[in-house]
C-alpha cells in the first residue's frame, strides 16, 4: 500500500469536530470586552447617580435649614454620607460655591476645580457660603479612578494625569430665611 503525504491533511479538513472552538476562540475577546465596558460605564453611572443624590440631599438639607449657614466641610460630609457607592469620597471631593444674582448672571467657571493626585494639594478655589434668600451655585467634582486606565472606554472620557476620571454635578439653590 503506497503512502499519500497529503491524507491527513484532507482527513484533517473535512473533520468538523472542534469548529465551535476555534468560533469560540475568535468571538470571546470581543464579547469579554463589551460585557466587561458595560460593567465599567454602569459602574459610572451608578457613581454618578449617587453624587447627584448626594449633592440633592445635602441642598435639600441647606434650603430647608432655616438660617443656618452651611459651612464647605459640612456640605461635604452630607454629601458623602448620602452617596453610597463612592469610594474615598471625602479624599477625591471637591466643592465650589458661589453667590449669584439672578439679575446680574455669574456662573461658575467653565473648567470644574478638580482634585488631582499628580498634583499638590491645594485650597478651594471658591466657597463662598450665602445667605437667606441669596441665589447659589453649587458644583462638585468628584475623581475616581477607572476599573480599566487602558481600555477603549476611557480613551474617549477626559482624564487628569493620574489617570482618573472627573463626575461633575452642578445645583442651584435659594437658601430660605
Known amino acids: 500500500m503506497s503512502w499519500h503525504p ?3 491533511a484532507q482527513r484533517f479538513r473535512r473533520e468538523e469536530r472542534g469548529s465551535a472552538t476555534v468560533e469560540f476562540a475568535i468571538w470571546f475577546p470581543f464579547l469579554f470586552l463589551f460585557m466587561y465596558s458595560t460593567f465599567e460605564l454602569g ?6 447617580a449617587m453624587l447627584e443624590r448626594g449633592l440633592d440631599i445635602a441642598v435639600r438639607d441647606i ?14 460630609t452630607s454629601i458623602c454620607e448620602n452617596a ?4 474615598g469620597c471625602e479624599s477625591n471631593l471637591r466643592l465650589e460655591m458661589l453667590r449669584t444674582d439672578m439679575r446680574n448672571w455669574a456662573s461658575l467657571p467653565a473648567d470644574p476645580d478638580c482634585t488631582d493626585r499628580a498634583e499638590e494639594a491645594r ?3 471658591q466657597f463662598t457660603p450665602g445667605t ?19 481600555s477603549q472606554l476611557v480613551d474617549y472620557m477626559q482624564t487628569d494625569a493620574a489617570g ?13 430665611p
Not at 43 to 48: E, F, I, S, V
Not at 63 to 76: W, Y
Not at 164 to 176: G, K, P, Y
Open 123 to 125: 485650597p478651594v478655589r
Open 63 to 76: 434650603r430647608l435649614g432655616t438660617g443656618a449657614v452651611p459651612q464647605h466641610d459640612e456640605i461635604k
Open 132 to 150: 437667606s434668600n441669596q441665589l447659589m451655585l453649587l458644583r462638585a467634582c468628584l475623581k475616581v479612578q477607572p476599573l480599566s486606565p487602558t
Open 43 to 48: 459602574l459610572l453611572t451608578a457613581r454618578n
Open 164 to 176: 482618573d476620571i472627573a463626575i461633575v454635578v452642578t445645583s442651584a439653590f435659594v437658601q430660605e
Open 84 to 87: 453610597i457607592v463612592i469610594p
Open 6 to 8: 497529503f491524507r491527513r
